[in-house]
């Protein structure tokens, strides 16, 4: 198996993180000329659309922590693993507050002033 992706094929990972991350795809509006900082948002508005799936695939990535936690503290007994899921749990449910946040503030705001 090669480790260089081919020419036209992504790599896993970078699929794996453009799948999970939905951050890269937002402009900033903190800079630039009030003109620019406007297209940014209005760019942010247009891919507010897909912050709910992103939302749902974090939320999953969310209760499957906290299952895998609650199954290795009562199934298998083992505290220091079922610490650490529900340390990640907590981590994801982070991101899902800030996605949430984020496409609420999107929907609520129609344009940057």
């Known amino acids: ?6 020419p036209g094929q992504e790599a896993y990972w970078h699929l794996l993180y453009r799948y999970l991350w939905p951050f890269a795809y937002f402009r900033d509006v903190t800079r630039g000329s009030l003109l620019e900082r406007q297209q ?7 891919m507010g659309t897909h912050l ?3 939302i749902a695939k974090w939320a999953c ?4 922590f906290f299952v895998l936690g609650i199954l290795c503290e ?6 220091l ?10 981590w994801t449910l ?12 999107l929907r609520r705001f ?3 002033r």
Request: glycine share 4%; with cysteine; aromatic share 12%.
């Open 94 to 105: 982070t991101i899902v507050i800030q996605l949430a946040v984020a496409w609420l503030w």
């Open 110 to 112: 129609p344009e940057l």
């Open 74 to 79: 009562e199934l298998l007994e083992v505290v």
């Open 81 to 90: 693993p079922a610490a650490c899921c529900f340390v990640t749990g907590t």
């Open 1 to 6: 198996m090669d480790r260089i992706a081919r």
């Open 40 to 46: 940014n948002y209005r760019h942010n508005r247009r």
């Open 52 to 54: 709910p799936g992103f």
């Open 61 to 64: 990535l969310t209760l499957f």
